[in-house]
Structure formats: C-alpha cells, structure tokens
Nanobody, 123 residues
Framework: QVQLVESGGGLVQAGGSLRLSCAASGHMFSRFAMAWFRQAPGKEREFVAAIRWFGGSTAYADSVKGRFTISRDNAENTVYLQMNSLEPEDTAVYYC????????????????WGQGTQVTVSS
C-alpha cells in the first residue's frame, strides 16, 4: 500500500511560481512512476507531468512544457512539481499519483492518489 500527501498549493499572481510536494510512504516499487494531474472546476482530470521513481525519465503535457519541472528525491520519498510562469488557466486542484506505469498520461495508469492541493492563479 502506498500513501501520498500533497502540499504547497496556494494563491499566486499570474507570472508567479509555486512548488508542490508529494510525500510518499509505503513500498515504492522500482518500476513505479509518479505523476501530477490537475482538475479544474467543470473539467476532467488532466495529466500534467510524470517521472520514473528510479531512472528519472520524465514526461510533460504540452501545456506546461518549459514552465513546469517534475523531480524526485528518492531519499526523502518525495516528488516535486516546480511551477513557473503560472497562468490563470493553471488554476485547479493538483493531485499526486503513483503506479506501475511507463510514464502513462491517463489517470487509469495510476493506482494510488493523494487528496489534492488547490492552486489558484489570479490575473
């Protein structure tokens, strides 16, 4: 069993930055991938970024490439999402996810989910 706890959300002005953290506990399998998804009101949950727990390969949604960076600290069992140049369209609840996924970009690829953290970007 894997537990995920997100933190770091908040309110920021357009153009600003935030760093989200996802603390994982439980057994992290070597083939695990970790991902961030987001869901805005009235919209479906969408993929943001993913990283392999071992190896560090990454994948990004086109909408965040060049602005967001996903990273992990294996020793701390923590995954981060550094978000720069934030836009009002980035406003959403951000979820951390884990699963035996080859950097999948669909929610069904991930078996474990955190409770989410709200990110609000004002214009």
């Amino acid at each position: 069993q894997v537990q995920l706890v997100e933190s770091g959300g908040g309110l920021v002005q357009a153009g600003g930055s935030l760093r989200l953290s996802c603390a994982a506990s439980g057994h992290m399998f070597s083939r695990f991938a970790m991902a961030w998804f987001r869901q805005a009101p009235g919209k479906e949950r969408e993929f943001v970024a993913a990283i392999r727990w071992f190896g560090g390969s990454t994948a990004y949604a086109d909408s965040v490439k060049g602005r967001f960076t996903i990273s992990r600290d294996n020793a701390e069992n923590t995954v981060y999402l550094q978000m720069n140049s934030l836009e009002p369209e980035d406003t959403a609840v951000y979820y951390c996810a884990a699963g035996l996924s080859a950097l999948g970009q669909n929610a069904i690829d991930y078996a474990y989910w955190g409770q989410g953290t709200q990110v609000t970007v004002s214009s």
